[in-house]
């Protein structure tokens, strides 16, 4: 085919123009392509390096701040509330008026701090490698961190929700990732609270002992 010089600088900006519209024309998606009986888009290759913007935080935990209240588990008659021993080293049960005050993050694992006790984070002493069973009679001690020298610490163990009956309860896991459903006993003489799961064999072995419930009170 001939063309003359002008028709052939016609032709070479026609074929430019129509390239710049189709290289205009918005990118179809995979549902049209395939409803046009065309192949799909070739997969994005996104920058494995490049991180996800962090999305803003929702609505910040709850905090509230009281007493525990420690009751009996066989007629729920209050025994008396939790606070620091004279030695600072465990919790036991006093009277309303020397009971310690807590603050609590609404939730399970957490942790709670004793606000009269230097911000002292409470929770499970136990020696290390211990297990609570059921088929053991092994405890862990309520105590502040740090409270007995040579114990293994977990303070992010409580779980309290916001309910009518306000409890206070007990979330452990074993250093084999075993979690046992648990259980508070106070023992009276030996001024102690314990979380055991196995409180029948715990009470055998501290005459007087009886299991408790924890509660949240102003």
């Not at 009996?72 to 919790?91: C, E, P, V, W, Y």
């Not at 303070?155 to 409890?167: E, G």
Request: glycine share 10%; charged share 15%; net charge neutral.
């Amino acid at each position: 085919m001939f063309f003359t010089r002008n028709g052939l600088l016609l032709l070479l900006a026609l074929s430019a123009t129509l390239f710049s519209l189709a290289s205009a024309a918005p990118r179809l998606t995979n549902g049209e392509r395939m409803r046009r009986g065309m192949p799909l888009n070739a997969p994005v290759r996104r920058d494995p390096t490049r991180t996800r913007r962090s999305q803003p935080s929702g609505t910040p935990p709850k905090t509230f701040t009281g007493r525990i209240k420690v009751s009996s588990i066989a007629n729920h008659n209050t025994i008396g509330f939790m606070q620091l021993s004279d030695a600072k080293d465990r919790a036991i049960v006093g009277g309303a008026n020397s009971a310690s005050h807590f603050t609590f993050v609404e939730g399970s694992g957490q942790a709670i701090t004793c606000d009269d006790c230097n911000g002292k984070n409470f929770g499970l002493a136990v020696s290390p490698g211990v297990i609570l069973s059921p088929s053991n009679s092994n405890a862990a001690i309520v105590s502040p961190q740090g409270g007995i020298p040579g114990a293994q610490y977990e303070t992010n163990v409580w779980t309290y929700l916001d309910t009518p009956t306000k409890p206070v309860d007990v979330y452990w896991t074993n250093s084999d990732g075993s979690q046992p459903t648990e259980s508070y006993v106070w023992d009276p003489i030996g001024e102690t609270l314990y979380v055991t799961a196995n409180p029948a064999a715990v009470i055998l072995n501290h005459p007087g002992a009886q299991t408790v419930e924890f509660m949240l009170v102003g």
